[in-house]
């Protein structure tokens, strides 16, 4: 018997403004949450320059004065530390419904670090764990960061993978709450790499790791 692949309709996007993505993944969330036969869906973007701070995130970790600054800043209701999106970085913002993969959120966090650990193989890139911590490194720096919400078994917010932003929105914030580890980007180990060349690879890991066959929508 032919044991058929889950179906994942996927968004590809440019550059999308942290507020409208945000809105557009509760939506797609409550919608499962009603009709949980709906199939799963994948976003896939970036963003302008903003900060998000997580749901129990310690606002010390912002190094700048938040009442005097125009930076762009949401606290928002994933797990996990302050961080910074910003072009260069691809975000992924997998809306799957847990019940048809595994019932189990610390398994979703491994298999999120799985699809950007087997992206980074394409380029020769070792990317690895650190244990206690959730996120993949390359030669102790942080390339990817991950931060999830589930209701109902079904997910929200994801995956950051920095592959050629400008870094210094880093310097103003103690990234993910790890002051003693730095903050890389995938440029500083392979030269010349852009969003779009990762981006391929990311959909073929993140369809190998999840078993889904995935279907481009016109966004």
């Keep these: ?15 999308v403004p942290y507020e409208i993505a945000w809105q557009e993944q509760r939506s797609l969330q409550q919608e499962r949450i009603n009709n949980p036969d709906l199939e799963d869906i994948l976003l896939l973007l970036e963003h302008p320059p903003v900060y998000t701070l997580g749901t129990g995130s310690d606002i010390n970790f912002i190094k700048f004065n938040t009442s005097e600054t125009n930076a762009e800043i949401h606290r928002i ?4 530390e302050v961080t910074y999106h ?12 847990l019940r048809y993969h595994r019932q189990d959120l610390h398994w979703y966090l491994r298999q999120l670090e799985s699809v950007l650990i087997l992206a980074l193989k394409t ?7 650190i244990e206690g911590l959730t996120g993949v490194w390359i030669e102790g720096y942080k390339v990817g960061a991950i931060g999830i919400k589930v209701s109902r ?6 995956f950051s993978l920095n592959v ?5 929105g880093f310097a103003g914030i103690v990234p993910c709450g ?13 030269g010349e790499i ?19 066959e995935l279907i481009l929508m016109n966004s």
């Design 1 to 15: 018997m032919v044991i058929k692949s889950r179906k994942c309709f996927v968004k590809v996007r440019d550059i």
């Design 194 to 212: 852009t969003v779009a060349q990762m981006r391929t690879h990311i959909l073929s890991a993140f369809a190998e790791v999840f078993s889904l």
């Design 123 to 129: 380029y020769g890139l070792k990317g690895t764990r």
């Design 164 to 168: 050629c932003p400008d870094m210094s």
């Design 86 to 97: 910003c072009p260069g970085q691809l975000v992924g913002y997998p809306i799957l419904n």
């Design 178 to 190: 790890i002051a003693d580890k730095p903050v890389g980007s995938l440029q500083q180990f392979s």
């Design 153 to 158: 078994w079904i997910t929200l917010h994801g």
């Design 77 to 80: 209701e994933r797990g996990g």
